[in-house]
């Protein structure tokens, strides 16, 4: 635990304050004309941002014994490293040449403004089809999550799982708060999976693709342009 508290203090300390476009436009006014990497700045400083405090959160609750809420918050850590991945994983198609430019574009566009509640006039993307792709780079990790949802959601696990058990022998159903005893002693070996694999896509990923992109952009800018201004999809 102590380890943790360490990197979440250290993630705390290095939380980016801003993302001023005019640095990135400084940076490169070729690439950052386009909208598609300010937003994959953006959203990659603000997944930082939420990761960092629903495992603070998610930790606090884990120590003073509420374990089904510390469980529910670090599946949507886990939501939103899968978030982080796809970015990066639809930068590597962008480069790759898997998929065209002004589709990455508009992806960006719903991942950082997607919403549910239509508050936002783009509909946000399903997270279980984001951890499919996901779990491809790293396998197991839907799994990981589907059983953290499987506490978040009031059914067997959510209800009797959690809160009962069946004697038996007294034919007799017995209540009590059984979420520590269940997932106590595993919770802060996910949370540190969790840390672990954000702290890869963030800190090791994203900067490398980043400047690979960067360079793609500035090398194919007047296709782009001529593309973007006939309608055409490249």
């Known amino acids: 635990m102590d380890s943790i508290e360490k990197n979440l203090a250290n993630w705390q300390a290095s ?29 990659r400083e603000g997944s930082f941002w939420r990761t960092t405090d629903l495992l603070t959160q998610s930790l606090w609750l884990h120590q003073q014994g509420h374990a089904l809420g510390a469980r529910i918050l670090l599946r949507s850590c886990f939501e939103t490293l899968a978030m982080l ?32 509640d239509d508050s936002t006039g783009h509909q946000a993307l399903n997270i279980v089809s984001i951890l499919d792709k996901c ?39 017995r209540f009590w708060n059984r979420w520590g005893e269940i997932y106590g002693s595993a919770h802060l070996d996910k949370m540190e999976l969790c840390m ?34 006939s309608g055409l999809r490249i």
């Open 85 to 116: 991945i796809y970015v990066n994983l639809l930068i590597r198609k962008v480069i790759s040449g898997e998929i065209e430019f002004h589709s990455f574009s508009e992806k960006t566009s719903i991942l950082l403004l997607g919403s549910r």
């Open 196 to 229: 672990t694999t954000f702290h890869l896509e963030y800190d090791e990923v994203w900067p490398g693709l980043m400047d690979k992109l960067e360079s793609w952009i500035a090398e194919n800018d007047e296709m782009l342009e001529t593309s973007a201004n």
């Open 15 to 43: 939380l980016v304050e801003n993302v001023p476009l005019g640095g990135l436009f400084a940076r490169n006014p070729t690439v950052y004309k386009w909208k598609a990497p300010f937003r994959c700045w953006l959203l």
């Open 135 to 173: 779990d491809k780079r790293y396998p197991g990790i839907k799994k990981l999550y589907a059983g953290l949802s499987e506490s978040a959601h009031p059914n067997y696990e959510g209800i009797v799982t959690g809160y009962s058990r069946v004697d038996h022998d007294e034919y007799d159903t």
